[in-house]
């Protein structure tokens, strides 16, 4: 997060906007991981969430002379970003409930999404971190809320923005902002209830405990731990996940590749227009663009 302060920013925007490239790269230098990070795990696909950050970024220089300083810069910047997000999400089919259980049923199908998967983790560098993919797995589930939902428990409870402000980021009152945040807490409740083995032993997932076994034992990181008690309620259950969610490197960490693998696969498969026969694994790899957001 920025340690400027709001005369500060809005100084800078004024530089920038009279022709400072340097102060704008300055303004937007603090906030383009967090803001990637939440693209990444709204739209739950790494070359989209990247081609995201870079029109927000473009957006917001072209915009800067309306930045007056009454919000943040990194709460106005979001609001961009969260505003194209939402857009491409509306043209998108949402995730079904059961998204994870039938993908990982057509992942093990998959010749080609099974090699590209032993490539990956037979890489010296990578390292499995079940952390990691509890995140993943938490924007898995959440592609099969609303998007403004998805978007309102984000901005609250991983990026933590405090409520005016995350209300201010998605363009709604307070009111319709608790309300969004409320149903997605409840949906989410209810969907890892009898969901997730990490929280209780009727849970039918243990995905993140196959994909540890799938990797050569050198680099298997942690073996899974419970997130909470089985017999913790489920508004703990969730609060323990988010944490979890909130300090996990998910876009960064060891083991991103196999998650940008198969967050690909499952946009793909969850996405594409009924009928659509589904690219190979390896066509949608690409390496991330270098430049700035």
């Known amino acids: 997060m920025s340690s400027l302060t709001r005369a500060e920013e809005r100084a800078l925007a004024d530089e920038a906007v009279a022709g400072d490239r340097r102060a704008f790269e300055r303004l937007l230098r603090p906030h383009v991981g967090p803001l990637r990070s939440f693209l990444y795990r709204m739209i739950a696909h790494p070359e989209d969430a990247q081609d995201l950050a870079q029109e927000t970024a473009l957006r917001a220089h072209q915009k800067l002379a309306t930045f007056r300083g009454s919000s943040s810069f990194r709460t106005w910047l979001f609001a961009i970003g969260s505003r194209l997000c939402l857009d491409l999400l509306r043209t998108r089919r949402r995730w079904p409930v059961e998204a994870q259980i039938e993908g990982e049923k057509a992942a093990l199908a998959s010749t080609s999404l099974m090699q590209s998967l032993d490539e990956i983790v037979r890489q010296e560098d990578f390292r499995f971190e079940y952390r990691q993919h509890v995140a993943y797995c938490f924007?898995?589930?959440?592609?099969?809320?609303?998007?403004?939902?998805?978007?309102?428990?984000?901005?609250?409870?991983?990026?933590?923005?405090?409520?005016?402000?995350?209300?201010?980021?998605?363009?709604?009152?307070?009111?319709?902002?608790?309300?969004?945040?409320?149903?997605?807490?409840?949906?989410?409740?209810?969907?890892?209830?009898?969901?997730?083995?990490?929280?209780?032993?009727?849970?039918?997932?243990?995905?993140?405990?196959?994909?540890?076994d799938h990797c050569p034992e050198e680099r298997r990181g942690d073996a899974p731990q419970a997130i909470a008690a089985a017999e913790a309620s489920a508004d703990d259950k969730l609060r323990h996940r988010l944490?979890?969610?909130?300090?996990?490197?998910?876009?960064?960490?060891?083991?991103?590749e196999v998650h940008e693998l198969l967050f690909r696969f499952m946009s793909d498969l969850w996405e594409r227009p009924p009928g659509e026969a589904a690219p190979r694994a390896s066509d949608r790899r690409r390496p991330s663009s270098q430049s700035g957001a």
């Open 243 to 256: 944490r979890v969610v909130r300090d996990a490197d998910l876009e960064g960490g060891s083991g991103h």
């Open 139 to 212: 924007s898995c589930v959440a592609r099969s809320l609303p998007p403004e939902e998805s978007a309102a428990l984000l901005l609250r409870e991983v990026y933590l923005f405090d409520g005016p402000a995350a209300a201010k980021v998605l363009g709604m009152s307070a009111s319709t902002f608790r309300h969004r945040l409320s149903a997605a807490r409840e949906t989410m409740k209810s969907r890892f209830e009898g969901y997730c083995a990490l929280v209780g032993k009727q849970g039918v997932c243990y995905q993140c405990a196959a994909l540890r």
